[in-house]
């Protein structure tokens, strides 16, 4: 086999020492940080997005006939992690645990803006098994986790981008079960927090949810939020921790005059259920809604507002497939029926009227695909530098993204 001498490695300003030894029959490393930026893991898991720099000791050892043993003493400063809109806020964390033949254990602490703001201790009882990861996945759990602090500081670390979470938070949760099958117990509670989404324009504020942990899953029983002037949401739902690609989430909503589209392009108050479901990749916005007011600015509709999906090939993958290729993070799709008997108001290209629609609004988000039409209530056209009165009017969307609707008026 081979044995790594003493080695001190530098990268974006940090350092480490390893050593090691590694065989077809066993391995052993031990690593010494020193400021080691996060950001290095990216190598190895591209997209991950952490951020902070790690200092302490690691150690493991594997193979000879015996279980694989290993220790860690680290803190890490400013952890964080980056999508494509959101940074999470910097936290601060220390974590100690000690692998040894028969279990696992480990504990933590969090801090944030000089005040300790979570604590969590776990300790996995390891099966026999023929391997590392196959005992983990069955191993028996006990873990413990407080948490009383800012909701952006662990809801960005989840990578959902689709809406921000922030405002105070307070979680209290005991883990049992397996960690294939974690049974969660405990609760979670939120006071005047706001949630937003920077794709839609969507802003809740003034958030009241209360929620219970049973088995892998958080119940929110009750959720309330203030919705622009005047109006309200109400709900409840769950996040599954347990999901097929991550954290999974499943929340209904009602809503009674609530601003949940505010885009410069366009704008609507809606009453009526929204459904938002996800299995940890992508997910779908569903709703049957009754538009009270909306607005739709012709000719402001861009394909620019789209992040890009570059299509990549990675050559020289070990094994040399293509398969490994990380797979594109899948969109979240609409798929809302929305109609109203007027206040739909359609600006652009010299119309200044109010229209009824029936609406069917699929697609991306960011992008929508709108098909349906719109019938004229009253408006104008200007013109050449005159002014008519619209008589007669309807406006046909395709699904075109982005929308490119056909105009049908006389005025």
Do not use: C
Not at 112 to 137: E, N, Y
Not at 299 to 313: E, K, T, Y
């Amino acid at each position: 086999g081979w044995r790594l001498a003493a080695t001190d490695l530098t990268f974006s300003g940090g350092d480490a020492k390893l050593s090691g030894r590694f065989t077809g029959k066993s391995s052993a490393i031990d690593a010494t940080l020193a400021r080691m930026p996060l950001s290095i893991l990216d190598i190895g898991y591209p997209g991950l997005g952490l951020g902070g720099n790690a200092s302490g000791t690691l150690s493991y050892a594997q193979g000879g006939g015996a279980a694989p043993t290993g220790k860690i003493d680290m803190t890490v400063r400013g952890l964080t992690r980056s999508g494509l809109i959101l940074s999470s806020r910097p936290v601060d964390v220390g974590i100690a645990g000690v692998l040894s033949p028969d279990r696992i254990a480990a504990r933590a602490v969090a801090a944030t803006g000089g005040k300790t703001v979570g604590r969590a201790q776990m300790l996995l009882t390891l099966p026999a098994g023929p391997d590392l990861a196959t005992r983990v996945s069955n191993a028996g759990a006990f873990a413990q986790l407080r948490y009383d602090g800012p909701a952006d500081t662990i809801w960005r670390l989840t990578g959902v981008e689709l809406f921000d979470l922030t405002g105070p938070v307070a979680i209290g949760a005991d883990v049992g079960g397996t960690i294939a099958n974690p049974q969660i117990s405990g609760v979670v509670q939120a006071k005047g927090a706001r949630i937003e989404s920077a794709t839609t324009g969507t802003v809740l504020t003034n958030v009241q949810a209360a929620g219970r942990f049973g088995g892998s899953r958080l119940t929110i029983d009750r959720f309330a939020a203030e919705a622009g002037k005047g109006g309200h949401v109400n709900g409840s739902g769950t996040f599954d921790f347990a999901a097929k690609n991550g954290l999974g989430l499943d929340l209904t909503l009602q809503t009674d005059h609530a601003v949940m589209i505010a885009r410069d392009d366009i704008g609507a108050t809606v009453t009526g259920p929204l459904r938002f479901q996800s299995d940890g990749a992508g997910g779908t916005i569903s709703g049957d809604l009754k538009l009270d007011k909306a607005r739709y600015r012709l000719g402001q509709a861009s394909a620019a507002s789209a992040v890009p999906q570059l299509a990549i090939r990675e050559i020289n993958v070990p094994g040399g497939g293509a398969e490994d290729d990380e797979a594109p993070r899948a969109p979240w799709q609409l798929a809302i029926h929305a109609r109203a008997a007027n206040q739909v108001l359609v600006t652009g290209l010299g119309l200044r009227s109010e229209w009824s629609a029936d609406l069917k609004i699929g697609g991306a988000p960011d992008n929508p695909a709108i098909t349906g039409r719109a019938d004229l209530v009253q408006g104008n056209y200007d013109f050449a530098g005159r002014s008519f009165a619209l008589e007669r009017g309807k406006i046909l969307f395709a699904g075109e993204v982005p929308a490119n609707p056909a105009l049908d008026i006389s005025a």
